[in-house]
């Protein structure tokens, strides 16, 4: 069993443009969630996706938008970078439900820079 | 709006004895809570869980209590080991609000 994959690692952009990074979660988990984890703060939730739709969302704007795909990848995609996103995007997947109450594995994350 | 917060941003045990680190909510609506362990350049990784129909759960050398009057839980480790050194997260949720809150963390240092 492979855990959950973060590309990339690293990442730097500049304000205004537009990032996708990538989440491979582990076999035969079709829910996924994303979490923004600014320095010195815990994860916040983005939004989460089951089985390609998605089920709840947090306190993020419309710029903040994701896919899920059948083959247990995913993506989040931030458009018009802000300074403020400057932070390490973590994804975790859980096996089988939406309730947080499944234990979510997470991913090693990816550190976004925003110039 | 921080809905759960660690007041202790790090805390410094020695090796043996037990580490307890707080966390505290607001919202009366949380019904179900988490610590996560992270170790650096790795996610964060489940420790334990429990829910609001208890009042402790334990699991080897870790255990769990929730004060829900006190909206208090705190998680105690015994006896600590230098492997336990991470930063540990305090997570609630609620069962019809699909969302969880994060605290910001607790640095555990066990010395040897």
């Known amino acids: 069993e492979t855990g959950v994959t973060q590309s990339p690692t690293h990442l730097i952009k500049t304000r205004g443009q537009q990032v996708t990074l990538r989440c491979s979660s582990q076999?035969?988990?079709?829910?996924v969630s994303w979490y923004q984890q600014a320095l010195g703060q815990g994860p916040q939730f983005i939004f989460q996706y089951y089985r390609e739709e998605e089920n709840g969302r947090g306190n993020f704007p419309p710029r903040f938008s994701g896919l899920q795909f059948p083959n247990y990848s995913s993506e989040l995609n931030v458009n018009a970078l802000e300074l403020d996103d400057s932070a390490l995007y973590l994804c975790?997947?859980?096996?089988?439900?939406?309730?947080?109450?499944?234990?979510?594995?997470f991913g090693p994350g990816t550190r976004l820079t925003v110039l | 709006d921080q809905q759960v917060k660690q007041n202790s941003p790090s805390l410094s045990v020695q090796e043996g004895r037990i580490s307890i680190l707080n966390c505290d909510y607001t919202n009366s609506m949380f019904d179900y809570f988490l610590w996560y362990k992270k170790y650096p350049a790795e996610g964060p990784t489940f420790l334990i869980s429990?829910?609001?129909?208890?009042d402790k759960n334990e699991d080897g050398r870790f255990t769990v209590f929730l004060n829900k009057s006190a909206k208090h839980l705190s998680l105690h480790i015994v006896p600590s080991q230098p492997g336990d050194s991470a930063v540990y997260f305090c997570a609630a949720s609620a069962r019809n609000n699909n969302d969880m809150r994060f605290g910001a963390g607790t640095r555990l240092t066990v010395k040897p």
């Open positions: 076999s035969g988990h079709n829910t």
């Open positions: 975790a997947s859980s096996p089988t439900g939406t309730s947080f109450t499944d234990t979510q594995y």
């Open positions: 429990i829910s609001s129909i208890k």
